[in-house]
């Protein structure tokens, strides 16, 4: 009998990023793939001028894509359907697991010093602004959290599996923001520090400052900045356990950081950086 099976619909444009090769060769005509799916997403581009893309995929997916949505509703969508996965889960062995607490039918975790949990229904209580940014990862945390120990050892985001596709956006959206803040705004590392439950270290790899960050329990987050020194600039870099992509998955440690990123910003702002 044939298969009537609906094809699944490309709802994001991660959907249609999983689709390719991921080698950024250019011959699509955009500098990657990730911006080749982008374009797909976004209705400018099809996925058959992919010259690489097997035509059975082709066959299959192409005019399969939902209408683009903003980035605010794309991301609604998401967290509604990891609500749904939640509901489906024991809170307290997914607690136990991510090095979380339950108590009261609440699983909960701190997310930068501060406490943030989830009940069976899907209902969030926090101590922190609520935004898509924090909550998909939060929520990818409870769900896909691998539970893996910490190694100690630290890793630029690009040496993290599957990093290195991911990086150039990974620089350009969460550490060149994050190094004019600490540039322009004095206060940037004390306010890690008393807003964020930062943590200082012994400056490692020689940086002038460095600053643990716990977004997750299982994904601290390194943060080194390298003040400008005799006619050389400052530099600024965040590191991460090399167990992250285990306990958290490379897109939603992006979002998390990028939501970070978004809120110190914010954060900046009401205290006059410009």
């Not at 995929?57 to 996965?85: C, F, N, P, W």
């Not at 005799?230 to 356990?241: I, N, T, Y």
Request: aromatic letters at 10%; one cysteine or more.
């Amino acid at each position: 009998m044939p298969d009537h099976k609906a094809t699944p619909e490309l709802k994001t444009t991660m959907d249609i990023f999983k689709l390719l090769n991921h080698s950024n060769c250019r011959d699509c005509g955009e500098k990657t793939c990730l911006a080749f799916a982008a374009a797909v997403f976004k209705g400018k581009r099809r996925l058959a001028e992919c010259p690489h893309l097997d035509p059975e995929i082709i066959k299959q997916y192409d005019g399969h894509t939902a209408h683009a949505q903003s980035v605010e509703e794309d991301m609604a969508a998401a967290v509604e359907d990891l609500k749904a996965r939640v509901r489906e889960i024991d809170l307290a062995e997914a607690a136990e697991r991510v090095n979380g607490r339950f108590a009261k039918g609440r699983l909960m975790v701190r997310i930068l010093g501060k406490d943030f949990s989830i009940d069976a229904d899907g209902r969030l209580f926090s101590e922190i602004h609520v935004n898509h940014w924090l909550v998909i990862p939060f929520l990818n945390y409870v769900l896909e959290g691998g539970g893996t120990p910490l190694s100690g050892n630290w890793v630029p985001f690009r040496e993290l599996p599957d990093g290195m596709i991911r990086n150039p956006l990974f620089q350009r959206r969460c550490e060149d923001p994050l190094k004019k803040v600490a540039d322009d705004y004095p206060d940037f590392f004390a306010d890690l520090l008393g807003i964020f439950d930062g943590k200082q270290v012994d400056n490692l790899f020689n940086s002038d400052i460095s600053i643990v960050l716990y977004p997750l329990p299982l994904v601290p987050m390194l943060i080194c900045y390298w003040k400008p020194d005799e006619g050389m600039a400052s530099s600024f870099h965040l590191f991460f356990d090399e167990t992250a992509a285990d306990n958290l998955g490379i897109d939603p440690l992006y979002t998390l950081v990028a939501g970070f990123v978004r809120m110190f910003e914010k954060i900046a702002g009401r205290h006059g950086w410009k």
